[in-house]
């Protein structure tokens, strides 16, 4: 038998071990719900009752800060029930992200990649977030960017955009120039979050694919809508200077610099 045969056969008998209700000693408690929700969306955290298992022993090998957690007691993020409290995930990432540990291939989706690379993050399991980082430099698509870059965002995973930036790049010229153009066309562009529409910008943008006339147009119009939201959303830009359309338009010259008639187009902004 070879080695790889040997690793097949182990992580299968591993993974058969994940539905062990003896084996599985430490249980994963959802209770708080999840504190991450898009900040555009007025959405309460979803508080749930699902629980997820798992061996320790698994988690410990995998990763030092479960280690840590579980040798030092953590007594302070067990619930009620005795079950480690996780107020920072949903339930279907995470037990995607557990099934990692039952050598289970973890599959990822422009939907779970950002709660995924959190976690991959958070507890510092170094093989999946190779796993993650392979995904996004080589797995997207068109349609999956705008999404992708939300989930990463929302989970606050902006050192990941530089893997986004990179396809984006490399891609330019290999994805047709209507695609692209559609994308800065839809509604999703013109929704997006400033942090969304500036890595957009700084990968897509910063080539000569697109002419620089067309993309600052879409940039305006985004701005528009952008500017004249809910005055909940005015009151925040008012307190923070970098989600201001006016600031963050005119500080667009790093990405591109062809951009000949950029003064006498800021007066539509104000």
Not at 23 to 39: I, K, P
Not at 57 to 83: H, Y
């Amino acid at each position: 038998m070879s080695q790889i045969e040997c690793l097949q056969l182990f992580s299968q008998h591993l993974s058969s071990t994940l539905s062990d209700e003896e084996l599985n000693d430490v249980t994963f408690s959802f209770n708080r719900g999840n504190a991450y929700v898009d900040e555009k969306q007025d959405v309460e955290p979803v508080v749930t009752s699902v629980t997820v298992k798992a061996n320790r022993g698994l988690l410990c090998v995998l990763s030092p800060v479960f280690r840590s957690m579980f040798k030092n007691g953590m007594k302070e993020s067990l619930d009620k029930c005795g079950a480690v409290a996780i107020d920072d995930a949903s339930p279907e990432p995470f037990k995607v992200f557990i099934e990692y540990f039952y050598g289970i291939a973890p599959q990822i989706t422009a939907q779970n990649i950002g709660p995924l690379t959190y976690l991959a993050e958070k507890y510092l399991v170094s093989g999946l977030q190779k796993i993650c980082g392979k995904f996004l430099s080589q797995s997207m698509s068109i349609s999956s960017i705008i999404p992708i870059l939300i989930t990463l965002h929302v989970h606050r995973q902006h050192n990941s955009f530089a893997h986004c930036r990179q396809w984006m790049v490399q891609q330019a010229t290999q994805i047709s120039v209507d695609e692209i153009l559609a994308l800065f066309k839809g509604d999703t562009f013109l929704s997006s979050h400033h942090v969304i529409v500036g890595v957009l910008l700084s990968g897509f943008g910063s080539t000569d694919v697109i002419d620089a006339a067309l993309l600052w147009q879409f940039v305006l119009k985004w701005s528009q809508i952008y500017k004249h939201g809910d005055e909940q959303k005015e009151e925040h830009q008012k307190a923070n200077a970098s989600e201001n359309p006016l600031w963050f338009c005119k500080n667009l010259m790093f990405i591109r610099k062809d951009f000949p008639f950029y003064r006498l187009s800021m007066h539509t902004l104000c």
